[in-house]
Antibody
């Protein structure tokens, strides 16, 4: 069974940093593109960032470009999202998901809550 | 960027009703269109991928159709478990974009 488990969320002040992790199991992690999607409280889904499988090419939403960095460690089956210069508007649940060009997002992790507040 | 719209934003329906949600893309997305269901406090779950292919285990009452820039999700006979929010997403080109969502609630 494919499974994704996020961690690393929490409360941080504006301007601060957090690193999210997503551990994958049940599939050959290194062969799949992965992504982060977020959801502000009471709002819809917003695509944040994606990374290729073996090629590790990266993509970012304009709203996070230059502040967030996506990476992966295929030896640990783990996806990361380093979030710097956090803003209040970055608050929300962050989900990791397996998928990419030509592949819908499936599965999704359970999400980890990031709260940016003073 | 490809902009996705959905209509309606909210839909009130009864058990047994046929429900249709429309999704439009601002440009062609070459059939790379998925539908997701999200229930309160839960992660989204894919229902349909590549416009009309059902994900394994998805009830047959869910179907997708469309082409070019206009797509629909149909629930043939609404069940109590189907009251949720539905999102379309294009995964043809980055940045991948989601529609704003359609909430199906009880009439």
């Amino acid at each position: 069974e494919f499974q994704l488990l996020e961690s690393g969320g929490g409360l941080v002040q504006p301007g601060g940093s957090l690193r999210l992790s997503c551990v994958a199991s049940g599939f050959t992690f290194s062969t799949y593109a992965m992504a982060w999607v977020r959801q502000a409280p009471g709002k819809g889904l917003e695509w944040v960032s994606a990374i290729g499988g073996r090629t590790t090419g990266t993509r970012y939403a304009e709203s996070v470009k230059g502040r967030f960095t996506i990476s992966r460690d295929n030896s640990k089956n783990t996806l990361y999202l380093q979030m710097d210069s956090l803003r209040v508007e970055d608050t929300g649940i962050y989900y990791c998901a397996k998928g990419g060009l030509g592949f819908a997002y499936d599965p999704w992790g359970q999400g980890t809550l990031v709260t940016v507040s003073s | 960027d490809i902009h996705m719209t959905q209509s309606p934003s909210t839909l009130s329906a009864s058990v047994g009703d046929r429900v249709t949600i429309t999704c439009r893309a601002s440009q062609s997305i070459n059939s790379w269109l998925a539908w997701y269901q999200q229930k309160p406090g839960k992660a989204p779950k894919v229902l349909i991928y590549k416009v009309s292919s059902p994900e394994s285990g998805v009830p047959s009452r869910f179907s997708g159709s469309g082409s070019g820039t206009e797509f629909t999700l149909t629930i043939s006979s609404l069940q109590p478990d189907d009251f949720a929010t539905y999102y379309c997403q294009q995964y043809d080109s980055y940045p991948f974009t989601f529609g704003p969502g359609t909430t199906v609630d009880i009439k």
